[in-house]
């Protein structure tokens, strides 16, 4: 049958009206939904802040705009502390923050951010998709409404500024720190104070003197920051936070009435964007560390053998306690060390002696 473009473009109005009478809206706009990302990071901060940004950007172009995902920063929806609480009760669809917020729910939230002297990232990286660990944190946030994700990692962090030398285990007793999950109760218990403060607030709090030390994450971030304008002190390795896991929830509802094929794309945007950012923050800290030691005069120290043991072995007591308090936060626990000892073997036979071996040739060069 010959049709001539006249009669093609009026069968096609006559379809596309039809369509309308039956489904009652435009067709552009069937099978397209739009998403309430709440972030914990104010706008465009380097290395979190647009971390969602681009995990929203990459949800909207890989499903091709079925979904679309607004972010709201930190206190323009909710506050940063809110966004699990927003995404559990509807207020948002997906929250773009750390699990260990949430440890006054559950102590076994921790796990999945991180624990001292824990998992590295590759090995955390390992336990969720491999291990065991996202059914156990499907499990856990389910009682919550909410389905979780990896979505990024700044690698190992840096163990804070501090106005003056941490010299042993005595110059922690009586200083202010901010410091969260099991870190916090860790330094607490060898005499810090810690204190839980938004990202969006640490500055004015070291500036202020409302506490005389902080972690936050490594140098590209650390500088964005300013900190190295209060403190001078910056000490490392990040005991505490080894590997700090960077999460996007999604509220249940949402998520079981998303298309298999949607849920497929969203898992791979989010495994795609946990990649990403942790070889943005390798990048960015390599060259951030080398500029806060010879532009702005920061004198980085590490931890004394003496101090990381004595602040190790309190770190055994406190997770073991955690673990104690529930059964399920006992399964996460015991989950994450069986794994913890597995992935240790394989680090200590082939990264840990490479970086020495690589260490030793090009100080010798």
């Not at 409302?210 to 972690?215: F, L, N, S």
């Not at 896991?245 to 509802?253: E, I």
Request: charged content about 20%.
């Amino acid at each position: 049958m010959n049709l001539s473009r006249k009669d093609f473009l009026r069968g096609a109005a006559i379809t596309g009206l039809g369509a309308t009478a039956v489904i009652g809206t435009p067709a552009i706009a069937q099978g397209r939904r739009e998403l309430k990302m709440a972030s914990a990071w104010v706008k465009n901060f380097p290395g979190f802040g647009t971390a969602a940004e681009r995990l929203a950007r990459r949800i909207t172009a890989m499903t091709d705009g079925r979904l679309s995902v607004k972010v709201f920063a930190a206190g323009e929806l909710v506050p940063p502390f809110e966004v699990f609480d927003a995404v559990s009760t509807g207020t948002a669809d997906l929250y773009h923050g750390v699990e260990f917020w949430w440890q006054g729910k559950s102590k076994a939230f921790n796990f999945f951010t991180t624990t001292p002297f824990g998992l590295t990232p590759t090995e955390m990286k390992s336990w969720v998709y491999y291990g065991g660990g996202q059914e156990l944190w499907d499990e856990l946030a389910a009682n919550y409404n909410v389905k979780s994700f990896l979505v990024g990692n700044p690698g190992v962090q840096m163990g804070g500024w501090f106005r003056k030398e941490i010299n042993s285990l005595d110059d922690f007793r009586g200083i202010t720190m901010r410091m969260g999950g099991f870190g916090g109760e860790v330094i607490r218990r060898v005499g810090a104070t810690p204190a839980s403060i938004p990202g969006t607030e640490v500055y004015q709090a070291l500036q202020s003197g409302a506490i005389d030390a902080t972690e936050w994450v490594g140098p590209w971030n650390d500088m964005a920051k300013g900190f190295h304008q209060i403190a001078k002190f910056y000490y490392y390795p990040g005991w505490h936070e080894p590997s700090s896991n960077v999460s996007a929830g999604f509220n249940r509802d949402v998520w079981n009435d998303l298309s298999a094929a949607d849920r497929a794309i969203i898992t791979a945007a989010c495994r795609a964007e946990n990649d990403e950012m942790q070889a943005e923050f390798h990048a960015n800290n390599s060259s951030a560390l080398g500029t806060l030691a010879s532009q702005h005069g920061v004198q980085l120290r590490p931890y004394s053998d003496d101090v990381l043991l004595a602040l190790g072995q309190t770190t055994q007591k406190v997770v073991a306690e955690a673990a104690a308090e529930d059964p399920f936060t006992k399964q996460v626990h015991d989950s994450y060390m069986a794994f913890h000892a597995q992935a240790r073997r394989v680090t200590e036979t082939s990264e840990q002696p490479f970086a020495r071996a690589r260490e030793m040739v090009f100080r010798s060069a």
